[in-house]
Protein backbone atom coordinates (compact mmCIF):
# COMPACT_ATOMS: atom_id res chain seq x y z
CA UNK A 1 0.00 0.00 0.00
CA UNK A 2 1.05 3.37 -0.32
CA UNK A 3 3.54 4.62 1.91
CA UNK A 4 2.24 8.67 2.06
CA UNK A 5 -0.49 6.89 4.67
CA UNK A 6 0.72 7.01 7.64
CA UNK A 7 -1.74 5.37 10.70
CA UNK A 8 -3.02 7.47 13.45
CA UNK A 9 -2.83 4.93 16.05
CA UNK A 10 0.37 3.46 17.15
CA UNK A 11 1.36 -0.22 15.37
CA UNK A 12 -0.51 -2.76 17.62
CA UNK A 13 0.90 -5.73 19.22
CA UNK A 14 0.28 -8.85 17.22
CA UNK A 15 -3.06 -10.38 18.52
CA UNK A 16 -2.95 -14.22 19.47
CA UNK A 17 -6.88 -14.64 20.26
CA UNK A 18 -9.74 -13.30 18.49
CA UNK A 19 -9.50 -9.73 17.59
CA UNK A 20 -13.22 -8.99 18.77
CA UNK A 21 -15.10 -11.03 21.10
CA UNK A 22 -18.69 -11.49 22.07
CA UNK A 23 -20.12 -13.59 25.32
CA UNK A 24 -23.63 -13.99 26.31
CA UNK A 25 -24.79 -10.50 24.22
CA UNK A 26 -27.97 -10.15 25.27
CA UNK A 27 -29.89 -6.74 24.72
CA UNK A 28 -33.70 -5.75 24.72
CA UNK A 29 -35.60 -2.75 23.70
CA UNK A 30 -38.74 -2.08 26.14
CA UNK A 31 -40.07 -5.82 26.06
CA UNK A 32 -38.21 -6.75 22.59
CA UNK A 33 -35.37 -8.79 23.21
CA UNK A 34 -33.11 -7.72 20.24
CA UNK A 35 -30.13 -9.91 20.91
CA UNK A 36 -30.42 -12.79 23.05
CA UNK A 37 -27.21 -14.56 24.27
CA UNK A 38 -24.58 -14.25 21.23
CA UNK A 39 -21.54 -15.55 21.21
CA UNK A 40 -19.03 -14.66 18.12
CA UNK A 41 -15.28 -14.51 17.62
CA UNK A 42 -13.68 -12.58 15.07
CA UNK A 43 -10.12 -12.95 13.80
CA UNK A 44 -8.15 -9.95 12.66
CA UNK A 45 -8.18 -9.84 9.21
CA UNK A 46 -11.35 -11.00 8.72
CA UNK A 47 -14.57 -10.67 6.75
CA UNK A 48 -17.30 -11.60 8.67
CA UNK A 49 -20.65 -11.33 6.70
CA UNK A 50 -23.79 -11.22 9.56
CA UNK A 51 -26.70 -12.22 7.64
CA UNK A 52 -30.46 -12.69 8.41
CA UNK A 53 -33.58 -10.84 7.72
CA UNK A 54 -34.83 -7.29 8.48
CA UNK A 55 -35.73 -7.30 12.44
CA UNK A 56 -33.33 -10.22 13.21
CA UNK A 57 -30.97 -8.27 15.86
CA UNK A 58 -28.51 -8.26 13.48
CA UNK A 59 -27.84 -4.60 13.08
CA UNK A 60 -27.95 -4.14 17.10
CA UNK A 61 -25.04 -6.88 17.16
CA UNK A 62 -23.22 -5.10 14.75
CA UNK A 63 -23.60 -1.72 17.16
CA UNK A 64 -22.92 -3.91 20.49
CA UNK A 65 -19.34 -4.99 19.27
CA UNK A 66 -18.62 -1.67 17.82
CA UNK A 67 -19.31 0.01 21.60
CA UNK A 68 -22.56 2.46 19.95
CA UNK A 69 -24.74 0.12 22.15
CA UNK A 70 -24.12 -1.39 25.37
CA UNK A 71 -24.95 -4.89 26.63
CA UNK A 72 -28.00 -5.11 29.07
CA UNK A 73 -25.70 -8.57 29.73
CA UNK A 74 -22.49 -10.05 28.45
CA UNK A 75 -19.54 -9.13 27.11
CA UNK A 76 -17.84 -7.48 23.88
CA UNK A 77 -13.98 -6.88 23.64
CA UNK A 78 -11.62 -5.79 21.51
CA UNK A 79 -7.83 -7.32 21.21
CA UNK A 80 -8.20 -8.49 24.71
CA UNK A 81 -9.41 -5.21 26.33
CA UNK A 82 -13.35 -5.13 27.10
CA UNK A 83 -15.34 -2.63 25.36
CA UNK A 84 -18.17 -2.47 27.49
CA UNK A 85 -16.77 -1.66 30.71
CA UNK A 86 -15.84 1.61 29.12
CA UNK A 87 -17.34 5.51 29.55
CA UNK A 88 -19.25 6.70 26.43
CA UNK A 89 -15.72 8.86 26.16
CA UNK A 90 -13.85 5.37 26.22
CA UNK A 91 -16.01 4.24 24.04
CA UNK A 92 -16.30 7.30 21.61
CA UNK A 93 -12.00 7.28 21.07
CA UNK A 94 -12.15 3.89 20.43
CA UNK A 95 -14.59 4.25 17.86
CA UNK A 96 -12.32 7.50 16.39
CA UNK A 97 -9.23 5.70 16.41
CA UNK A 98 -9.59 2.21 15.65
CA UNK A 99 -13.10 1.46 14.13
CA UNK A 100 -14.16 2.60 10.65
CA UNK A 101 -18.51 2.40 9.90
CA UNK A 102 -20.04 2.35 6.42
CA UNK A 103 -24.05 2.48 6.80
CA UNK A 104 -26.47 2.16 4.36
CA UNK A 105 -26.76 5.72 3.08
CA UNK A 106 -23.52 6.94 3.48
CA UNK A 107 -24.46 9.72 5.83
CA UNK A 108 -22.29 12.39 4.33
CA UNK A 109 -22.58 15.50 5.34
CA UNK A 110 -24.56 17.27 3.03
CA UNK A 111 -22.62 20.90 3.34
CA UNK A 112 -19.18 19.13 2.26
CA UNK A 113 -17.58 18.40 -0.69
CA UNK A 114 -16.47 14.70 -1.28
CA UNK A 115 -12.72 15.52 -0.06
CA UNK A 116 -13.94 17.69 2.98
CA UNK A 117 -16.08 14.43 4.46
CA UNK A 118 -13.09 12.19 3.78
CA UNK A 119 -10.90 14.63 5.99
CA UNK A 120 -13.24 15.06 8.84
CA UNK A 121 -11.93 11.78 10.70
CA UNK A 122 -8.36 12.74 10.19
CA UNK A 123 -8.83 16.35 11.96
CA UNK A 124 -10.90 14.61 14.93
CA UNK A 125 -7.43 12.67 15.86
CA UNK A 126 -5.50 16.04 15.39
CA UNK A 127 -4.00 15.73 11.82
CA UNK A 128 -3.28 19.05 10.52
CA UNK A 129 -5.10 19.86 7.51
CA UNK A 130 -2.71 20.04 4.60
CA UNK A 131 -1.88 16.25 5.46
CA UNK A 132 -5.70 15.09 6.38
CA UNK A 133 -6.65 16.83 2.35
CA UNK A 134 -3.58 14.76 1.19
CA UNK A 135 -4.37 12.07 2.62
CA UNK A 136 -8.18 12.18 1.95
CA UNK A 137 -7.29 12.91 -1.92
CA UNK A 138 -5.22 9.67 -1.73
CA UNK A 139 -7.88 7.50 -0.66
CA UNK A 140 -10.50 9.14 -3.12
CA UNK A 141 -7.65 8.31 -5.91
CA UNK A 142 -7.96 4.82 -4.79
CA UNK A 143 -11.22 5.00 -4.85
CA UNK A 144 -11.68 5.79 -8.39
CA UNK A 145 -13.16 9.14 -7.21
CA UNK A 146 -10.32 11.40 -7.68
CA UNK A 147 -11.70 14.37 -9.88
CA UNK A 148 -14.86 13.97 -8.15
CA UNK A 149 -13.26 15.47 -4.70
CA UNK A 150 -14.79 19.15 -4.81
CA UNK A 151 -18.75 18.04 -5.21
CA UNK A 152 -21.03 18.01 -2.85
CA UNK A 153 -22.80 14.41 -1.88
CA UNK A 154 -26.05 16.14 -3.31
CA UNK A 155 -23.64 15.85 -7.12
CA UNK A 156 -22.62 12.23 -6.91
CA UNK A 157 -24.52 9.17 -8.11
CA UNK A 158 -25.51 6.92 -4.58
CA UNK A 159 -22.75 4.46 -5.69
CA UNK A 160 -20.12 7.32 -5.76
CA UNK A 161 -21.62 8.96 -2.53
CA UNK A 162 -20.63 5.43 -0.97
CA UNK A 163 -17.16 5.26 -1.72
CA UNK A 164 -16.37 8.15 -0.73
CA UNK A 165 -18.46 7.08 2.53
CA UNK A 166 -16.17 3.81 2.42
CA UNK A 167 -12.78 6.37 1.72
CA UNK A 168 -13.72 7.97 4.60
CA UNK A 169 -14.50 4.80 7.18
CA UNK A 170 -10.81 3.63 5.48
CA UNK A 171 -8.77 6.60 5.82
CA UNK A 172 -7.67 6.43 9.41
CA UNK A 173 -6.74 2.74 8.40
CA UNK A 174 -9.35 1.54 11.10
CA UNK A 175 -8.33 -2.50 13.14
CA UNK A 176 -12.28 -2.71 12.57
CA UNK A 177 -14.50 -1.68 9.68
CA UNK A 178 -18.34 -2.13 10.56
CA UNK A 179 -20.48 -2.19 7.39
CA UNK A 180 -24.53 -1.88 8.18
CA UNK A 181 -25.83 -2.93 4.52
CA UNK A 182 -23.59 -0.72 2.66
CA UNK A 183 -25.23 -1.88 -0.61
CA UNK A 184 -28.97 -1.37 0.12
CA UNK A 185 -29.78 1.25 -1.65
CA UNK A 186 -27.58 0.60 -4.58
CA UNK A 187 -28.08 -1.00 -7.76
CA UNK A 188 -26.33 -4.29 -8.70
CA UNK A 189 -23.37 -2.49 -10.28
CA UNK A 190 -23.01 -0.28 -8.37
CA UNK A 191 -23.22 -2.75 -5.16
CA UNK A 192 -20.57 -4.41 -6.45
CA UNK A 193 -18.02 -1.48 -7.32
CA UNK A 194 -19.02 -0.52 -3.64
CA UNK A 195 -18.05 -3.92 -2.60
CA UNK A 196 -15.00 -4.70 -4.40
CA UNK A 197 -13.47 -1.41 -3.23
CA UNK A 198 -14.03 -2.29 0.19
CA UNK A 199 -13.02 -5.70 0.34
CA UNK A 200 -10.29 -5.15 -1.75
CA UNK A 201 -8.72 -2.30 0.10
CA UNK A 202 -9.42 -3.35 3.64
CA UNK A 203 -7.67 -6.42 2.68
CA UNK A 204 -4.60 -3.93 1.57
CA UNK A 205 -5.07 -3.07 4.89
CA UNK A 206 -5.34 -6.10 7.00
CA UNK A 207 -8.64 -4.54 8.14
CA UNK A 208 -11.09 -7.07 9.98
CA UNK A 209 -14.38 -6.14 8.50
CA UNK A 210 -17.96 -7.14 10.41
CA UNK A 211 -20.52 -6.85 7.34
CA UNK A 212 -24.16 -6.82 8.17
CA UNK A 213 -26.48 -7.83 4.84
CA UNK A 214 -29.49 -9.40 3.51
CA UNK A 215 -28.45 -9.78 0.38
CA UNK A 216 -26.66 -12.85 -0.53
CA UNK A 217 -24.42 -11.44 -3.31
CA UNK A 218 -23.08 -8.84 -1.02
CA UNK A 219 -22.53 -11.33 1.42
CA UNK A 220 -20.05 -13.86 -1.03
CA UNK A 221 -17.41 -10.90 -0.81
CA UNK A 222 -16.56 -12.47 2.86
CA UNK A 223 -14.56 -15.29 3.91
CA UNK A 224 -17.19 -16.48 6.63
CA UNK A 225 -21.24 -16.09 6.84
CA UNK A 226 -23.07 -16.23 10.20
CA UNK A 227 -26.53 -16.14 10.60
CA UNK A 228 -29.35 -14.08 12.98
CA UNK A 229 -32.51 -15.29 13.35
CA UNK A 230 -34.70 -13.97 16.42
CA UNK A 231 -31.91 -12.47 18.38
CA UNK A 232 -29.60 -15.64 18.32
CA UNK A 233 -27.05 -16.96 15.70
CA UNK A 234 -29.01 -19.54 13.99
CA UNK A 235 -26.36 -21.11 11.93
CA UNK A 236 -23.35 -20.13 10.08
CA UNK A 237 -22.56 -20.63 6.30
CA UNK A 238 -18.74 -21.09 4.63
Do not use: C
Not at 62 to 80: C, E, I, K, N, Y
Not at 188 to 202: F, Q, Y
Amino acid sequence: MSTSIVPVATEPAATTGPLLSARGLTRSFGLTEAVRGIDLDIAAGEILAVMGPSGSGKSTLLHLLAGVLTPDSGTVSFDGDRVDGLDEAGRARLRLTAFGFVFQFGQLLPDLSALDNVTVPLLLTGVHRRDALARAHDWLGRLDLAADGDKLPGELSGGQAQRVAVARALVTEPRVLFADEPTGSLDSLAAEKVMLALTDLARASDTTVVLVTHDPRTAAYADREVVVRDGRLSGTGR
